[in-house]
């Protein structure tokens, strides 16, 4: 498969400058097949996500990168942890050899991965045990080495010349700390690739390339997805060196796109923005609270509610802005017991208990729920180790054979088989948030009302749906706290700690 992907791509770029690409693009228009959800109806209002790297999480045939067949036969331990609902990273074919994020085929998947039939079963073994699976998808550009952008840069007169942006000459934009102008190999000129030479942004004010992204997303949703999560949508339209982020034309893409999932029932779609996610929540429906991660973080150390966790909890699009504490991305920040240490793991359960329990549809990161740490350094790389199954090594469990990517450094300690069963354990903890969840749904579909105020050092709330109530109080400090709210006996909370309790209007 390795050899297929090296081979394959420098094949297609042959076959590009050769000028006979075009029978290897696939730009069909794609109805609506698949409208039903194979899912409960509201799955989406409260589902608690994992995001999941699939190269780094089970290898099923002993190469080393984990596949579908891999994923899948983890499905039950992710339906025992309380998970309904998965965020692959990119599985499309990728020119990076790593994350996925060049996307060379948007109609395919990853053969390094399996088999398309490998992937559909996967969804359906998800959705036998209420699981939703929403892709990571790479809206604002491909890979160099995809067969549109080949033709595209092969000749000006190519069909697929305005699917990107070209200019004869560099720009040179001024002030940009970065060259985002890269010179096409192999032929005249410069296209625009914000992030990498391996990496040409879509010309999206193009209606037909948008058009083309539609039609992508219903080739996945026809397959049973349940969903999205747009990369990078900060960067959709560029309109010189000063209008390339946050452009104020990127929310049409967003909402045309929305729209397009609109068409199918019970799915649902987040945008990733690395800040000021409440410009795009009209568009997409839903944008991660990136910066929040950190005030949660905070709080849990200083052992008092801060005010950036207040004014986020207080927000009127609270809800639509999930809660993560970390993903594949340095920006983020590091694994959380790198940040919480060895010592810090009271406060690292309590920052959970926030993420999980406040937010409607919070995102975990594989590992997360037991402590597993970055591969040996702070960076995108190490944050994608591979999971820490058992604490036997090379790998971890991960594969049979040396993973193609060093594990995390803790795995002989922070584990799957060395905590299960383990009460006191970081797996046991996040177990119990997320059966929280699942035993009163309202904690992601009632009305939130917040009854902390910055300082304080019990973070308590309210969520209601009809009759039905539950007082969630979780308890930052080193001593145990007294709640008492309107309707509730007064209730101790042990310190560094969470209660839920339920009751009937």
């Not at 990273?89 to 395919?108: I, L, W």
């Not at 699976?133 to 952008?149: E, G, Q, R």
């Not at 590992?367 to 180790?385: F, K, T, W």
Request: net charge negative; aromatic share 12%; charged share 20%.
């Amino acid at each position: 498969m390795k050899t297929w992907r090296t081979a394959g791509l420098a094949a297609l770029a042959a076959l590009a400058f050769a000028g006979t690409a075009r029978a290897g693009i696939d730009v069909s228009a794609v109805p609506v097949t698949h409208r039903q959800s194979d899912l409960p109806p509201g799955w989406n209002k409260n589902a608690a996500f994992m995001e999941i790297f699939v190269r780094s999480y089970q290898d099923s045939d002993g190469d080393g990168v984990g596949d579908f067949r891999g994923l899948t036969s983890r499905l039950d331990y992710l339906k025992s942890l309380g998970i309904t609902g998965i965020w692959l990273m990119p599985m499309m074919p990728s020119a990076d050899h790593d994350h996925g994020y060049a996307v060379a085929d948007y109609r395919a998947v990853n053969p390094e991965y399996g088999t398309m039939a490998d992937f559909e079963t996967f969804v359906k073994e998800a959705h036998k045990r209420g699981i939703g699976v929403i892709l990571d998808f790479v809206v604002n550009h491909s890979a160099a080495t995809n067969p549109i952008f080949l033709d595209a840069s092969s000749s000006k007169s190519s069909p697929y010349r305005d699917w990107y942006i070209f200019a004869d000459q560099d720009p040179k934009w001024p002030g940009f700390q970065w060259g985002p102008w890269r010179k096409v190999k192999g032929a005249d000129g410069y296209f625009y690739g914000v992030f990498d030479d391996m990496m040409p942004d879509f010309n999206l004010k193009n209606p037909r390339v948008v058009q083309y992204l539609q039609d992508t997303m219903r080739f996945w949703m026809n397959k049973g997805v349940d969903g999205f999560r747009l990369d990078a949508v900060t960067m959709l339209i560029e309109d010189g060196p000063t209008a390339y982020f946050n452009n104020s034309k990127n929310h049409e893409i967003v909402a045309r796109l929305k729209a397009t999932l609109d068409g199918y029932d019970n799915r649902y779609m987040i945008c990733e923005v690395s800040e000021k996610p409440e410009m795009y929540i009209d568009a997409c429906g839903h944008a991660f609270a990136y910066g929040t991660q950190q005030a949660i973080i905070d709080s849990a150390r200083k052992g008092v509610v801060s005010d950036a966790v207040v004014k986020q909890l207080q927000s009127p699009m609270r809800d639509a802005m999930p809660l993560a504490l970390q993903s594949h991305d340095a920006y983020v920040g590091d694994r959380l017991i790198n940040q919480f240490g060895v010592n810090g793991i009271d406060d690292y359960k309590v920052a959970a208990a926030i993420s999980i329990l406040a937010s409607s549809t919070p995102f975990s990161y594989y590992g997360e729920e037991i402590g597993m740490s970055n591969g040996g350094a702070y960076n995108d790389p190490g944050l994608r180790s591979p999971m820490s199954w058992e604490g036997k090594g090379p790998s971890a469990g991960f594969s049979s054979a040396k993973p193609y990517r060093d594990p995390a450094i803790n795995f002989a300690s922070m584990n799957v088989a060395t905590e299960s069963g383990d009460k006191s354990s970081l797996l046991a903890w996040y177990t119990m948030l997320y059966n929280m969840r699942r035993a009163h749904p309202v904690l992601g579909s009632g009305d939130f009302k917040l009854l902390s105020k910055a300082g304080d050092p019990t973070l308590v709330f309210t969520r209601t749906q009809g009759d039905d109530q539950v007082l969630v109080a979780i308890n930052l400090s080193d001593t145990a706290q007294t709640v008492a709210a309107d309707g509730y006996a007064a209730t101790t909370v042990r310190a560094k700690s969470a209660v839920v309790l339920a009751r009937m209007k």
